[in-house]
């Protein structure tokens, strides 16, 4: 079955500093992946999505991402943390033979301080 | 675009009453999911629904929980009788079948409190 694991519940950074939200996933078959951003009180909403092609793949706000298939992972990564910044990330893969069902990870509460 | 319509944003309700989440996908999407996201167990899939079908109900915790999808602008989600244990964010998200990569469209949630 497929898994995904984020790396640390909590991450906290000082604004201005490198973000790095780290997500590894098993699978014999790389998968589609994704990274999504739940801001208080609302709904996940897709920063960015990788299928195939181009391994870098870059999201809204700043945000990218590198899949790395010798790794099985797909770190999230922006240069400088904003404030606005702050939210819980989730990271999901859908496994190309298992129908329409995405799996999330458990999350990463991303704090920025001023 | 409205985006996926989900009511009511909160509801609060007593043990054992019937509790109906009740969520209006994006027009043109033919898949339909429910979530429940809680601490303990973070984000989980209840169920899906293609084209007003369930097709997967496996996560559907247990018979106290149903879902139905009477039309493709409409479907709901109900407990009864309702637990405590049921507090929760539920979610509800669509997609179309013409995005492949599976990208879903979340619904700004449904806070349950079951007192």
């Known amino acids: 079955a497929q898994s995904v694991t984020q790396l640390g519940s909590h991450v906290s950074v000082s604004e201005g500093a490198l973000v790095l939200l780290r997500c590894n996933y098993s699978?014999?078959?790389?998968?589609?992946l994704f990274w999504y951003v739940q801001y208080p009180n609302q709904g996940l909403q897709l920063l960015l999505k990788?299928?195939?092609?181009?391994?870098l793949v870059k999201g809204i706000n700043g945000f990218e991402a590198e899949f790395k298939k010798s790794e099985t992972s797909f770190h999230l990564t922006k240069p400088s943390a904003h404030m606005s910044d702050a939210a819980e990330y989730f990271c999901?893969?859908?496994?190309?033979?298992?129908?329409?069902?995405?799996?999330f990870g458990e999350g990463t509460q991303l704090t920025v301080n001023p | 675009d409205a985006g996926v319509i989900q009511s009511p944003r909160h509801e609060v309700t007593e043990m054992g009453q019937e509790v109906t989440l009740r969520c209006k996908p994006i027009?043109?999407?033919?898949?339909l999911f429910w979530y429940r996201q809680t601490m303990m167990r973070g984000l989980e899939l209840l169920i899906y629904?293609?084209?007003?079908?369930?097709?997967?109900d496996s996560g559907m915790p247990e018979d106290r929980f149903s879902a139905k999808m009477p039309n493709a602008s409409f479907s709901t989600l109900k407990i009864q009788p309702s637990e405590p244990r049921d507090s929760a964010v539920y979610f509800c998200?669509?997609?179309?079948?013409?995005?492949?990569?599976?990208?879903?469209?979340f619904g700004p949630g449904t806070r349950l409190t079951v007192l």
């Open positions: 998200a669509s997609r179309p079948t013409s995005r492949p990569y599976n990208e879903q469209f």
């Open positions: 027009s043109g999407h033919d898949y």
């Open positions: 999901a893969v859908y496994p190309l033979a298992s129908g329409s069902r995405l799996t």
């Open positions: 990788y299928t195939t092609g181009a391994t």
């Open positions: 699978s014999s078959v790389p998968p589609y």
């Open positions: 629904f293609n084209n007003n079908v369930p097709i997967d």
